[in-house]
């Protein structure tokens, strides 16, 4: 594994002012404004059909906003992207190696191949993510927490920005993903990182995210971890009654 680098001093990479996100003119979320610093490492949480994707496109770019603006006070990002493991297309007899090596074209362009020594970073991804003996395994037989290391993997070959996993921890058991969690954990503090979590599961994120940002019904809260996981908290913004329990310093929801 590599060694932890240093500490970057803090650094605004993108901002959202009052941006209203959605398709078109019609808005589906509204008033967001937040920022994601160079070493935050947030998760958005709603579920299914709340709008983490419209927000995520948003970010990542690939939706204009209705309203308002995503400002990017250092200039352009590149992002890192691990797509749900259910939306990829499984048919291509495409080997984990190769699955890592897709992550350069961003930069190399589609039609240019690889050298060695940007194979030789593929493999050292998958050496990093832990699965590095199955370099030659055809992805689609992997196992779904096997997978999920090799589309990390794919997303930090090309060193990006921003971190960016949606739905990482889906289909996976308690084994599973709080391995995979450790994984994240791991990735953002020795590439210095910043990771953004997409996910329906508040208690997957509870015990690992600087910030959390709620969605429920259109509304959008976004605060710090400390603030979100209390109680009183957490029963206004869903409307039921919510406990935040602490058991030797992990947070757990009831």
Do not use: W
């Not at 603006?69 to 495409?94: K, M, N, T, W």
């Amino acid at each position: 594994m590599k060694e932890v680098l240093a500490e970057k001093p803090a650094e605004t990479l993108l901002r959202f002012h009052n941006v209203a996100a959605g398709y078109g003119k019609t808005a589906i979320l509204e008033n967001l404004s937040f920022s994601i610093e160079n070493d935050d490492y947030l998760a958005i949480v709603g579920s299914n059909g709340a709008g983490k994707t419209t927000l995520i496109r948003t970010l990542l770019g690939l939706l204009p906003t209705v309203a308002g603006q995503v400002e990017f006070p250092r200039g352009a990002l590149h992002f890192g992207y691990v797509p749900q493991l259910q939306s990829l297309d499984e048919i291509f007899p495409l080997t984990a190696l190769e699955i890592v090596k897709m992550g350069l074209f961003g930069r190399l362009g589609a039609l240019k191949r690889p050298t060695r020594a940007e194979t030789d970073k593929a493999r050292a991804s998958l050496e990093e993510v832990g699965i590095g003996e199955l370099e030659n395994h055809l992805f689609r037989e992997l196992s779904g927490g096997q997978k999920q290391r090799a589309l990390i993997a794919r997303a930090l070959v090309a060193e990006p920005d921003v971190l960016v996993l949606d739905e990482h921890t889906n289909n996976l058991d308690i084994s599973g993903e709080k391995a995979i969690m450790a994984l994240v954990d791991e990735v953002h503090h020795k590439h210095n990182v910043a990771v953004v979590m997409v996910t329906h599961s508040l208690g997957a994120v509870a015990n690992h995210a600087k910030h959390i940002g709620l969605i429920q019904q259109g509304r959008f809260d976004f605060a710090p971890v400390e603030t979100v996981m209390q109680s009183d908290y957490l029963s206004e913004f869903y409307g039921v009654p919510m406990r935040v329990l602490e058991v030797e310093g992990v947070r757990a929801i009831v």
